[in-house]
């Protein structure tokens, strides 16, 4: 494994990064994505993906040393005041990675999926893919108007879900018509209970803008609509709470595998 010490933040590759950590839409343009901290760069291993870099601190220097990675991946030793200046974080991690995005593809016609309608908050976007991977559902699409997937903050908030995942990002509604798993869509006053409904597996669960909901371009396209009960009075849920509740009836109610 090639490794280099960099002590300098007049360094290209140092300045990259450092967009990469704290600029939202920069992975966009570098097709890369900067992964702060232990667990995310392990989660990224145990899907089976390789970083193109890892990078340990000064301070740190083995952090990486029993990952087990090839000749091929390189690694950068950076000075710990550098790994702060980089990192979008208070407490700076002693170890990330530089992993490069798979091209990117179409939808998924069968898999099962969750569509997101133009969430706005990165922590609700996390949050949702990983209630999305830990439930069973393959494929998430962001419809236009919706956080970065790969930004940042989704980034830490999904825990490393994202690799477990097949995203298709910056999609229009007409696009969902590629779908042919039935959408069933989240309402807060019309549908059917959620605990009474028959859902169908595999579906597209269509979750909605923080304020607005679900659009009503995409409401008319639902094959099912449902409402979660809430006998505590509140007007309505958290999406990502939402999410969980709708994704894990979906999970416990779907047919069984086949031997």
Request: proline content about 7%; aromatic content about 6%.
């Amino acid at each position: 494994m090639t490794t280099d010490l960099i002590t300098s933040r007049d360094n290209p590759w140092v300045k990259q990064c450092r967009a990469l950590a704290q600029d939202s839409n920069a992975y966009r343009k570098a097709g890369q994505v900067w992964l702060e901290g232990d667990h995310l760069c392990r989660a990224l291993l145990a899907r089976g993906r390789l970083p193109s870099v890892v990078v340990v601190t000064e301070s740190h220097p083995y952090g990486v040393d029993g990952w087990g990675l090839p000749p091929a991946v390189r690694r950068v030793v950076l000075a710990d005041r550098l790994m702060g200046w980089i990192s979008g974080l208070e407490s700076p991690p002693q170890v990330a990675c530089l992993y490069e995005l798979p091209v990117a593809e179409g939808l998924e016609a069968d898999s099962p999926t969750v569509v997101l309608d133009r969430l706005q908050d990165p922590g609700n976007v996390g949050s949702i893919l990983r209630s999305a991977a830990a439930f069973g559902f393959q494929q998430v699409v962001a419809l236009k108007g919706t956080a970065a997937l790969w930004s940042p903050k989704v980034l830490r908030a999904g825990m490393g879900a994202h690799f477990g995942l097949h995203l298709v990002e910056s999609v229009a509604v007409e696009d969902l018509q590629t779908l042919v798993v039935p959408l069933v869509a989240t309402s807060s006053h019309q549908g059917t209970w959620l605990h009474q409904a028959e859902l169908p597996w595999p579906c597209a669960w269509l979750m909605g803008h923080e304020g607005q909901g679900v659009s009503e371009a995409l409401m008319a396209r639902a094959a099912h609509r449902v409402r979660i009960a809430q006998p505590g009075g509140e007007e309505s849920l958290n999406v990502a709470a939402a999410a969980a509740i709708c994704l894990h009836a979906s999970a416990v109610t779907k047919p069984p595998a086949r031997l």
